[in-house]
């Protein structure tokens, strides 16, 4: 049983159009991150955010983290075939060193 | 400044063969993981390291076995391969007050 449920599993958009994944757990993190994996290379971080309510802008992508430490989304705007990729969450728990990370999100910007 | 490196690349290996996963960082970072990635169900963590001289299981630790060998290397070894191992195994690192784990390009292995 996976800690972090991300949503969808799959998404094929036309570029242009906008995006939205979602992150979700019944537990808290002490922060969540999101990293970006393509295919034959390892993943490649994109964000932390550390606070409840926190929201975070890089270029077109913007990160949220829910109020009560248990949930993200990530919105692209205008995607790009250059956004195509798998996105995934992780989540660090307080205390110990370790990270649990969601299924993945396959994500296709069509030409 | 390679960030962490692994070897090999890829592999094949027979059912019962075993095999020796290198890892290593130049980041001097004090903490190393080992993860495998199957297709649907993200990256599990297989051992990690907190620190150099220990070692603790992952989540899915069974048929696996690890060396620190010094605060660079993380090693990861397999003693009888089966099928149920063919997956993709990354190597991370991470400094030890912060969240941001660093991965190395990965080493996709089949076992037959």
């Known amino acids: 049983t996976q800690l972090l449920e991300q949503s969808p599993q799959f998404l094929s958009i036309q570029e242009g159009e906008n995006l939205t994944v979602y992150c979700n757990s019944s537990?808290?993190?002490?922060?969540l991150q999101w990293y970006r994996q393509e295919p034959g290379e390892g993943p490649v971080l994109l964000v932390t955010?550390?606070?409840?309510?926190e929201v975070k802008k890089l270029k077109r992508l913007t990160f949220q983290f829910g109020d009560a430490r248990k949930d993200s989304s990530l919105h692209i705007t205008a995607a790009q075939p250059g956004d195509t990729g798998l996105y995934l969450c992780?989540?660090?728990?307080?205390?110990?060193?370790?990270?649990?990370f969601g299924a993945g999100t396959t994500v296709t910007v069509r030409a | 400044n390679a960030g962490v490196t692994q070897t090999p690349k890829f592999q094949v290996l027979k059912t019962g063969q075993s095999m020796t996963l290198q890892c290593a960082q130049d980041?001097?970072?004090?903490?190393m993981y080992w993860y495998r990635q199957d297709p649907g169900m993200g990256l599990r963590l297989i051992y990690y390291?907190?620190?150099?001289?220990?070692?603790d299981k992952g989540e899915v630790p069974n048929g696996y076995n690890v060396s620190r060998l010094n605060k660079r290397e993380f090693s990861l070894r397999l003693e009888s391969a089966a099928p149920s191992q063919t997956s993709v195994y990354f190597c991370?690192?991470?400094?030890?007050?912060?969240?941001?784990?660093?991965f190395g390009p990965g080493t996709r292995l089949t076992v037959l």
């Open positions: 955010v550390v606070t409840g309510g």
């Open positions: 390291s907190a620190s150099e001289g220990t070692t």
């Open positions: 992780a989540g660090a728990t307080p205390v110990d060193y370790k990270l649990s």
């Open positions: 980041m001097n970072h004090n903490s």
């Open positions: 991370a690192a991470k400094i030890l007050s912060t969240d941001t784990q660093y």
């Open positions: 537990s808290v993190f002490s922060s």
